[in-house]
């Protein structure tokens, strides 16, 4: 699973076992959009009638696993 994430640009050994450790396995989850608000990767929202205004990521979820994500990301 290690070698498999590695091969993702950005993501290194470090990396990929802190994802492994704080996840466990990928197949858990159903699509992506679950892992997202697993990790707390998703947008808050503020919506009223038809506006809909969407603001930074959230502070909910894994901490530790969003702050890995989101540096492998830069």
């Known amino acids: 699973m290690i070698e498999a994430l590695q091969a993702l640009r950005g993501v290194a050994q470090t990396t990929a076992a ?3 450790s704080e996840v466990g396995t990928l197949s858990r989850f159903a699509n992506p959009r679950q892992l997202r608000g697993y990790s707390g990767l998703v947008a ?5 009638g038809g506006r809909v205004q969407r603001g930074p ?3 909910s979820g894994n ?3 969003c702050r890995v994500l989101v540096e492998s990301a830069w």
């Open 57 to 59: 990521i959230t502070k």
């Open 18 to 20: 802190t994802i492994v």
């Open 63 to 65: 901490a530790h696993l």
């Open 44 to 48: 808050s929202e503020h919506s009223s």
